[in-house]
């Protein structure tokens, strides 16, 4: 069965930092993935998707990029963190095969603060 | 473009009443609906889903008809319970990889 890791779980960061958050799947291969970002109280915001190794398309303009060196990792990364990338970061992946109809399934998500 | 409306939470109800969270969608098309729930501090779970009009999704007791006619992926349930407290988001896909997802509902259910 596929399964969907992230982490870390928790994560407080100072203003400035770096950023790095990873997400792995097993038990696929050639997934869709993505990130998403929810903050408080809100629904979800694409963030990135990608559709093979290397593929990365951006959604939102922001100080924040994404990578997918292997085919069922992707790591969320940003050189310089603002206090609004405080959120909630999950990723997901789907099969691809058919798009209409694909269900994204979830991480366990990434708690970020920064401060 | 494609968008996705729902009700404004937090809805509350009593363990056992009859639960109906509304959505409504604008899309061009043929997608495919979708109900995501999302439980105090965990990630997204798919609910329930379908692919085509008239299709009915369910699981756990919930359902949901996608109605063509008037836009709609209402989502219901006949008696609920604690346990099904959580924040259900609508969602809609298109054909370009993406779920264009609603702000989401809180449901509070007290015993």
């Known amino acids: 069965s596929q399964t969907i890791h992230q982490w870390p779980a928790t994560l407080v960061q100072p203003v400035g930092s770096p950023l790095s958050l990873e997400c792995t799947v097993e038990?696929?291969?050639?997934?869709?993935l993505y990130w998403y970002r929810q903050a408080a109280g809100r629904g979800l915001q694409l963030l990135f998707y990608s559709v093979g190794i290397g593929q990365i398309s951006s959604e939102v303009p922001q100080n924040l990029s994404a990578s997918r060196p292997q085919d069922r990792q992707f790591i969320l990364s940003s050189k310089k963190l603002l206090l609004s990338d405080s959120g909630f970061y999950l990723c997901?992946?789907?099969?691809?095969?058919?798009?209409?109809?694909?269900?994204?399934?979830f991480g366990p998500g990434t708690r970020l603060t920064v401060l | 473009g494609n968008s996705v409306t729902q009700m404004e939470g937090p809805v509350t109800l009593s363990e056992e009443a009859f639960l109906t969270i509304n959505c409504t969608y604008t899309?061009?098309?043929?997608?495919?609906l979708f109900w995501y729930v999302q439980y105090p501090g965990e990630g997204l779970q798919l609910l329930l889903k379908?692919?085509?009009a008239d299709d009915k999704g369910s699981n756990k007791g919930f359902e949901a008809t996608y109605r063509k006619e008037t836009t709609s992926f209402h989502l219901e349930k006949g008696s609920v319970q604690v346990s099904d407290s959580a924040v259900y988001f609508c969602?809609?896909?298109?054909?370009?990889?993406?779920?264009?997802w609603g702000a989401g509902t809180k449901l509070i259910i007290k015993p």
């Open positions: 899309a061009t098309g043929y997608p495919s």
């Open positions: 038990g696929t291969s050639n997934p869709n």
């Open positions: 969602a809609l896909s298109d054909s370009n990889y993406q779920l264009i």
């Open positions: 997901a992946w789907s099969t691809g095969t058919e798009m209409r109809t694909d269900t994204q399934y």
């Open positions: 379908a692919t085509k």
